[in-house]
């Protein structure tokens, strides 16, 4: 039924760190078509995060099968694909995974850390490559399997990202997009090439990397193999995509300077759009999907993360209540009760180390105000307090950093559908933001890179712009907004400094 179907849809694949979402979207960012595959994780050890790199195909290739059966390959122009960053995993020439992959919530590499810190500085490391030294880049765990699997690096024909992995079982080339390399933290960000010195510097050949193009950019066609395996025609192209974050600020629309996202997923990602290249450590900076643009970030490892491992270890059991509500709707019914600053009880949510502003590996959670009078409930609000507090903290530190005020957020992910959270949120930051017509922005970022790169629209910001949306605003409260603004000011602002020595002292005494 489907011999006479033009191509006029293009299909946004989100290839996250718990699951491969593929959605086929028309020239208006209407979703025709979507599956998602869950895709599972394992700890060796405590504080390590790997997955098996031929999940990820075979995820894809499930959840592009799906699509196609639905709406028919011949309607589809392009497809895109945007990754969990940092992660990466070495293979050999045949492109056959010589070992786990290594996520990019795995912290197995402090010690790296702090020697690249001690070798390189942390101020030249964030100017070459936008990124200081952290567990989060792909570097400093490179430099962990030389010391623990050097036999590997010797192996490793390539060391690529999932999208590099991806492509090359779509098309067969060793290619991948500057947007989706760049998280790696071995990028040359004013070259736009991978970071030569640096990696001669510590011992790894730059002939191990791919081939680096612009995202948006055709990188080739489906091969008739990857067609049997995915459902695509052969041929199909295949474009150059971002990494998750930076397809989502595409997703939103984040465009121009002045604009913000606020991504509360896995990890809670914020980023603004600058139209060049700055380097502070108020942010992480990554190739925006835009040409010649950049994206500002601030990043914290526990977003959905953290309120999903508090409800599972403490939230109530509505099942054997028999409650036709999940356990997360029975907290948030209760902590909307609560007022600002959840009855004297603060948190700082550092579950995973922290990026920017601190760029400390040995930092942890802060909680204080702890007294008996607190329930779950306390703890579920003051979770999503600690989270907003964290995002107004950063992005201040962007303005900063690109002298540019910032009053446009526009918030997406899985915990945007949280009225409860969207409100405090703009009572925190005192500014109005809104709800992506979208959760799955990051799917639709994708999708817009290859709706242009189609031919649809003259570029990336005009797909963008013709693409995106927004529903709900929601705007700053009174008394809500002043009772933040103090809270923030006078205790969240000065609360870590003034116990980050401490923090790191017990996690060096008791790291596992």
């Known amino acids: 039924m489907f011999v006479n179907a033009q191509p006029d849809l293009v299909i946004g694949v989100d290839s996250s760190t718990t699951a491969c979402k593929a959605i086929a979207w028309d020239s208006a960012g209407q979703a025709a078509a979507e599956c998602r595959v869950n895709i599972s994780m394992t700890s060796p050890h405590p504080n390590w995060h790997e997955q098996r790199?031929?999940?990820?195909?075979d995820a894809l290739c499930a959840a592009l099968q799906n699509v196609t059966a639905r709406v028919g390959?011949?309607?589809?122009?392009?497809?895109?694909?945007?990754n969990q960053?940092?992660?990466?995993?070495?293979?050999?020439?045949?492109?056959?995974?010589?070992?786990?992959?290594?996520?990019?919530?795995?912290?197995?590499?402090?010690?790296?850390?702090?020697?690249?810190?001690q070798r390189f500085g942390h101020d030249y490391l964030h100017d070459l490559t936008g990124k200081g030294p952290s567990t989060t880049q792909g570097l400093s765990k490179m430099l962990w399997l030389q010391a623990h699997e050097p036999d590997i690096v010797r192996r490793t024909h390539k060391f690529v990202e999932p999208h590099a992995y991806l492509v090359h079982h779509l098309t067969g080339r060793w290619t991948t997009s500057a947007a989706c390399a760049d998280p790696m933290g071995v990028v040359d960000m004013r070259r736009g090439a991978w970071a030569a010195e640096l990696l001669q510097a510590v011992q790894l050949d730059v002939e191990q990397f791919c081939e680096i193009v612009p995202p948006g950019t055709v990188i080739g066609g489906v091969t008739p193999e990857a067609a049997g395996q995915t459902g695509l025609r052969a041929g199909t192209p295949v474009i150059a995509g971002a990494g998750d974050g930076q397809a989502a600020g595409l997703g939103a629309n984040i465009t121009m300077p002045g604009r913000a996202y606020l991504n509360l997923g896995t990890a809670m990602?914020?980023?603004?759009?600058?139209?060049h290249y700055v380097a502070d450590r108020a942010a992480?900076?990554?190739?925006?999907?835009?040409?010649?643009?950049?994206?500002?970030?601030?990043?914290?490892?526990?977003?959905?993360?953290?309120?999903?491992?508090?409800?599972?270890?403490?939230?109530?059991?509505a099942r054997s209540?028999?409650?036709?509500?999940?356990?997360?709707?029975?907290?948030?019914?209760?902590?909307?009760?609560?007022?600002?600053?959840?009855?004297?009880?603060?948190?700082?949510?550092?579950?995973?180390?922290?990026?920017?502003?601190y760029w400390d590996a040995k930092a942890a959670g802060v909680m204080i105000g702890w007294t008996g009078a607190h329930r779950k409930e306390h703890f579920y609000r003051a979770i999503l307090e600690g989270i907003a507090f964290e995002h107004r903290l950063g992005m201040e530190g962007i303005s900063r950093a690109t002298s540019t005020?910032?009053?446009?957020?526009?918030?997406?992910?899985?915990?945007?559908?949280?009225?409860?959270?969207?409100?405090?949120?703009?009572?925190?930051t005192g500014m109005s933001v809104a709800r992506a017509s979208t959760t799955e922005a990051t799917a639709l970022g994708a999708g817009i890179l290859a709706a242009a790169a189609a031919g649809w629209y003259p570029g990336a910001r005009a797909a963008a712009a013709a693409m995106t949306g927004t529903e709900r605003a929601f705007t700053p409260e009174e008394p809500a907004r002043h009772s933040y603004d103090r809270l923030y000011t006078e205790v969240y602002r000065g609360l870590f400094p003034a116990v980050q020595a401490h923090v790191a002292r017990l996690t060096e005494l008791t790291d596992l």
Request: hydrophobic share 50%; proline share 8%.
């Open 321 to 357: 209540l028999r409650l036709p509500v999940s356990a997360e709707e029975v907290l948030e019914l209760a902590a909307a009760k609560l007022p600002p600053g959840s009855h004297g009880l603060m948190l700082v949510p550092y579950w995973k180390a922290v990026l920017p502003p």
């Open 269 to 275: 990602v914020s980023g603004a759009y600058a139209d």
């Open 53 to 57: 790199a031929e999940d990820w195909w």
């Open 85 to 117: 960053r940092e992660t990466f995993v070495p293979v050999d020439a045949a492109g056959r995974p010589l070992r786990n992959a290594i996520l990019w919530l795995d912290e197995r590499s402090r010690a790296e850390v702090e020697a690249l810190g």
């Open 405 to 428: 005020p910032i009053d446009h957020y526009i918030l997406m992910g899985g915990g945007s559908r949280s009225d409860l959270w969207c409100q405090m949120i703009a009572d925190v």
């Open 73 to 82: 390959a011949r309607r589809i122009a392009a497809l895109c694909i945007a």
């Open 284 to 317: 992480r900076s990554h190739f925006a999907p835009i040409p010649g643009g950049f994206l500002l970030e601030e990043v914290l490892n526990a977003g959905t993360f953290l309120v999903s491992w508090f409800v599972e270890n403490f939230g109530p059991d």
